[in-house]
């Protein structure tokens, strides 16, 4: 478990660093100017939402190992419409989206059945910030990132969430407004934000 919370920490550590880094080098496009208070927020929770998941990731282990993986497997190999690449294997992946899951329930941005929500994300990831390009970007970007992944995951929205679900959606929600926001803050426009 330790690994895997590195891991996590590492993600977002990383975000905070590659915010801190363009912040300063953005100084003179006026971009990325105020940091927001998101790493603030994770470090708050981190350690209730490490102690939380452990049942939920046994259970969840146990739950997958008498399913039939192949078809699991089956069915990740035909998502063909949002892929969101990153280098964390399987594992690591599914442990760090449990902890991000919590992180966003701690700070009301699931709603009731346990899917990230739009407005939670936003003001999550936008909380001490007060340019407005910084804000669109955000807003643009959780929207995306939010409808690639429930279109990914074939998410219903009025239906719960199981823990493996929301976790595997946690992770591609975080990862995919992590690129964004970091490449609004570059200025390296591979995705739209207009």
């Known amino acids: 478990m330790v690994s895997s919370v590195q891991i996590f920490m590492s993600f977002c550590v990383s975000l905070v660093l590659s915010s801190e880094s363009l ?11 105020s ?13 209730e939402c490490q102690d939380e998941i452990k049942m939920s990731l046994i259970e969840d282990a146990i739950r997958v190992f008498k399913e039939d993986w192949h078809d699991r497997k089956k069915r990740a190999s035909d998502e063909e419409d949002f892929q969101h690449p990153t280098v964390v294997s399987h594992e690591d992946k599914w442990i ?6 919590c992180v966003y329930r701690k700070n009301n941005a699931v709603d009731k059945n346990g899917w990230p929500t739009l407005d ?6 936008t909380d001490g910030v007060s340019e407005q390009g910084y804000f669109m970007a955000t807003l643009r970007g959780v ?4 409808k690639g992944t429930s279109m990914k995951y074939k998410v219903k929205r009025n239906d719960v969430a199981d823990n493996f679900e929301q976790c595997n959606v946690a992770f ?10 970091t490449e609004y803050c570059s200025d390296q426009p591979s995705h739209e934000f207009h």
């Open 23 to 33: 912040v300063q080098a953005q100084m003179t496009k006026k971009r990325c100017m």
């Open 35 to 47: 940091q927001p208070n998101v790493s603030k927020k994770v470090d708050k929770v981190i350690h």
């Open 96 to 101: 760090a989206g449990c902890l991000m899951q």
């Open 120 to 125: 939670g994300l936003v003001n999550l990831y």
């Open 143 to 146: 929207d995306r990132c939010l």
């Open 172 to 181: 591609d929600v975080f990862d995919c407004i992590s690129d964004m926001i």
